[in-house]
């Protein structure tokens, strides 16, 4: 059973140009996909009552804002159960220096994208906020020192 929900060409192309600029008025939306202003606004809160359009984000450069080191945190969780796992996601998600968290599978149970002002803090953060807890087993940390934002998500062909 699938979530997905029917796209046709013009709703594809308005949820490429929001993708590119979230802040384009309906008029030029509309314009640039070839319908009325009021059409392409009733196709953008379809497009959100469905769910595909999920909000608008505000990206800012962490780098500017004194946290100029970013790192991957693979983390193991031992015992994995849902009594233990519940409160560590809660305190990951409140951490200020979370940026994205990520369930998986194989020999690593979470992947935490991290922003932090430099080497000691990324090591604090390690040590008190993830190695200090008892259900975490292991932590090994990537620096990443460069990152591309890739194209509009847009749904595999048919």
Request: hydrophobic share 45%.
């Amino acid at each position: 059973m699938s979530d997905s929900v029917a796209l046709d060409p013009v709703d594809l192309e308005i949820l490429r140009l929001l993708q590119n600029d979230a802040r384009t008025t309906y008029r030029d939306l509309a314009a640039a996909v070839g319908v009325a202003p009021s059409t392409c606004l009733d196709r953008v809160a379809r497009l959100r009552r469905g769910g595909v359009i999920l909000g608008h984000e505000l990206r800012l450069d962490p780098a500017k804002l004194g946290r100029g080191l970013e790192a991957l945190l693979l983390v193991q969780v031992r015992p994995h159960r849902r009594e233990l796992i519940t409160p560590f996601v809660d305190r990951v998600r409140a951490l200020p220096e979370s940026r994205a968290l990520f369930h998986l599978t194989g020999p690593d149970d979470y992947l935490v994208h991290v922003a932090v002002t430099g080497a000691t803090d990324l090591q604090r953060l390690v040590i008190d906020e993830f190695t200090s807890r008892r259900e975490v087993a292991r932590v090994e940390t990537r620096l990443i020192f460069q990152q591309w934002a890739c194209g509009p998500l847009l749904p595999p062909a048919r």
